[in-house]
């Protein structure tokens, strides 16, 4: 991932020497790759979207044992699952023969396998109490009161937007650099609302339009090519 403008107030803003920022890949991301990107003067991230508050905090202990440069700590904000006990049953029993077959028994219920940020109080408090220099959102943004905590704590907040609408909600509710992410990125795009209409932007596309509407610094990435960036 790598900024569309290298300007000193991003730089001096997020506390790095380069226009790089490792990708924070939830479930991929460790607290020695962040290190190490930090260290070397970068913006390390860790993806703590699947992880407990408890687990968000080790990992944050774990980065600041190995580096006392910028981390970037992203959370996923997604809109929680509303409970359906018709579907859940249909699925059980639509999978009771795939667990029959293992000598298995269907769970007694569905639960989600991680809370969205939106609602999960141990991550909010443990990550306040951390104080990152860097917070991004994905998938959404949090309940205001939150997302003003964390930027009156000094934190800055990342978002990232698959739209123009997404980008203008974010800069309205506090939100100081926009990530753009391209419909490149496939079916795990960051997009608010899934069942919205979506106008399929490309990165560019979307890094053009962004740039001439918002006055924000922006960072453009393409999940499809994160791995290809390389600093030059």
Request: charged share 20%; hydrophobic share 45%; with cysteine.
């Amino acid at each position: 991932m790598t900024f569309s403008c290298a300007s000193a107030r991003v730089l001096d803003l997020l506390g790095i020497d380069w226009p790089i920022v490792q990708a924070p890949m939830a479930g991929t991301s460790t607290p020695e790759m962040a290190a190490a990107v930090s260290n070397a003067g970068g913006l390390g991230s860790i993806g703590v979207g699947a992880m407990t508050g408890k687990a968000a905090g080790e990992a944050i202990a774990a980065f600041r044992a190995r580096s006392r440069r910028s981390l970037n700590v992203n959370v996923f904000c997604h809109r929680p699952a509303e409970p359906d006990a018709t579907r859940e049953a249909a699925w059980r029993e639509r999978l009771r023969p795939a667990f029959e077959a293992v000598s298995a028994a269907p769970p007694a219920c569905l639960r989600e396998i991680y809370q969205s940020f939106v609602v999960d109080e141990d991550s909010f408090t443990t990550i306040f109490g951390a104080r990152p220099e860097v917070v991004s959102f994905h998938f959404g943004l949090p309940p205001s009161p939150r997302l003003r905590a964390l930027r009156e704590a000094g934190i800055v907040l990342l978002a990232t937007a698959t739209s123009l609408a997404e980008a203008e909600a974010s800069v309205a509710a506090g939100v100081q650099i926009i990530v753009a992410q391209g419909f490149e990125a496939g079916g795990h795009r960051g997009v608010f609302d899934p069942d919205a209409p979506d106008d399929e932007l490309g990165t560019v596309a979307l890094t053009r339009l962004l740039v001439r509407r918002l006055d924000v610094p922006d960072d453009a990435a393409s999940r499809a090519s994160i791995r290809a960036e390389t600093p030059s």
